[in-house]
């Protein structure tokens, strides 16, 4: 029964637990070094206008199969009476799984970079290439992570995802101005706020309008049904419409707070030159901590430790919302107890996270595991899982869910369904979601999805003949 599986208590549980899935390493260590890729502000103003224009209407369109179904992603689509298109959800509970094996990673890092930090040990940026080679303590940190996600997790919707939320998020949040209110005040901040607010739209191409779009799509936590699980935990009398654009405004507010904090510290470290910005992965865990330590060693630890604290913080929402999805399908599916699904599950998939553990030097055949699209340039196990599961399974998803919403479950079900609970509708945003759900999402989302296998795959390089 519907009331066995749990449900948010509190409407602002709902929108913290979904905020906090979005809100994670992509907000805070992928989207400044995104931004910084993409040539700076231009980006900035794509992926805003992507997340509300595009992954909104999809937010809703999960949320909505979630809460009218109150199952998992794979019940729901069996639920509405179309069991073939429940090919969606196992996709996206494959996807999810695969994602939390090398996000687990990532988070262990981040804890780790804690730990150092809390020892002053601030020579670890400049060792980080050894740092994530150690796996004896890199493990350790990931089978830490695992096990703190998993106790959330066990402990259910209300007392375990809602209340954790309800702490972490608000911490993170002041974390986070703390962090932003101390780098204003560095020397040559402001030529670090300048890179990041002042548009140079002569950076836009192709690739930066792929990488924001791809950017926006994994930051919200789309296209693999973790809002269809979370939306199942739902109350009716919750409006969806306005719960999903309080979730995308935190979302890109705490990116966008993160540039905020993370450009002044590299200008400051640059002395304003912002070289080495474009140094992607490395951005914040090889240079912040040489900011860090030019701060002296009590106010260098204190402000490094608290970084990655945030940092971990952010993460753990993050890993907790890629837990459930598949638990919520072995509890709803195959009947299996919650603690039983939770461990096993969280097992299963750290271990399944070990090849991508180990594909940062460890293993030679894992560190350089294919050569893909006619570079030269072999990919690690990592990243061609990451390429495989966020890059490619989310956007393809995202296009089925609106495909499926438009013309399988057709937009009046939808729009039945999210007029539950919602008051003082405006009628121009309904239009626009069917609208968009008909049209903008399959198509944008789909090509994204072609353009992935193409020039990823294969070296056809679609972009730059299309701008
Ligand atoms: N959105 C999270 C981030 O930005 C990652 C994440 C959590 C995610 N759950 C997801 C991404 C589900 C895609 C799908 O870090």
């Known amino acids: ?7 948010f208590n509190t409407r602002i549980g709902f929108i913290l637990a979904a905020a906090g899935s979005a809100v994670g390493l992509g907000n805070i260590w992928k989207f400044p070094f995104e931004v910084g890729q993409g040539g700076g502000a231009a980006f900035v103003v794509l992926y805003l206008a992507f997340c509300f224009l595009l992954c909104f209407p999809v937010m809703i369109s999960e949320i909505a199969i979630g809460r009218k179904t109150q199952l998992n992603p794979v019940g729901a689509f069996k639920k509405l009476g179309h069991g073939n298109w429940s090919i969606i959800g196992l996709l996206g509970i494959i996807a999810g799984v695969l ?35 150690d796996w004896q303590k890199i493990g350790m940190y990931g089978i830490v992570f695992m096990a703190v996600t998993a106790f959330i997790v066990s402990k259910g919707i209300a007392g375990g995802i809602e209340k954790a939320s309800k702490i972490l998020m608000p911490t993170l949040f002041t974390l986070i101005l703390l962090l932003i209110g101390y780098a204003l005040t560095l020397d040559g901040a402001m030529e670090g706020i300048k890179f990041y607010l002042v548009p140079d739209f002569s950076e836009i191409n192709g690739d930066v309008i792929y990488s924001a779009l791809g950017q926006a799509f994994f930051s919200l936590s789309l296209g693999m049904g973790a809002l269809i699980t979370y939306g199942s935990y739902v109350s009716k009398k919750q409006n969806i419409v306005r719960s999903a654009a309080l979730i995308t405004l935190t979302d890109v507010s705490i990116a966008f707070l993160a540039g905020l904090m993370i450009f002044p510290f590299v200008a400051y470290l640059t002395q304003g030159s912002m070289e080495g910005v474009e140094g992607g992965a490395g951005l914040i865990f090889a240079t912040l901590p040489g900011v860090f330590e030019s701060l002296g060693a009590t106010l260098g630890m204190v402000i490094g430790a608290l970084f990655f604290l945030l940092l971990s913080f952010a993460a753990l929402t993050s890993t907790v919302s890629l837990l459930e999805v598949p638990v919520a399908y072995l509890v709803d599916e195959k009947k299996i107890k919650r603690p039983y699904a939770v461990w096993g599950m969280a097992a299963f998939i750290f271990l399944l996270g070990i090849p991508s553990m180990l594909s940062n030097g460890n293993v030679e055949a894992l560190t350089n595991f294919v050569t ?96």
């Open 1 to 7: 029964m519907a009331s066995n599986r749990g449900q």
């Open 372 to 467: 893909l699209g006619g570079s030269d340039k072999a990919t690690n196990f990592m990243d061609f899982i990451g390429l495989v599961a966020s890059d490619t399974f989310l956007p393809i998803g995202g296009a089925l869910i609106s495909i499926f919403v438009a013309y399988v479950w057709k937009t009046n079900n939808l729009n039945e369904e999210i007029a539950i609970g919602r008051e003082n509708a405006i009628p121009f945003v309904t239009k626009y979601i069917n609208f968009a759900v008909m049209f903008i999402c399959p198509v944008i989302l789909g090509a994204i999805g072609i353009i992935t296998i193409l020039d990823r795959y294969f070296g056809i390089d679609v972009l730059s003949k299309l701008f």
């Open 99 to 133: 994602i939390l094996s090398f996000y687990n990673v990532v988070a262990g890092w981040a804890f780790g970079y804690f730990l150092e930090m809390v020892q002053g040990n601030f020579g670890v940026g400049k060792e980080f290439g050894t740092f994530i080679t």
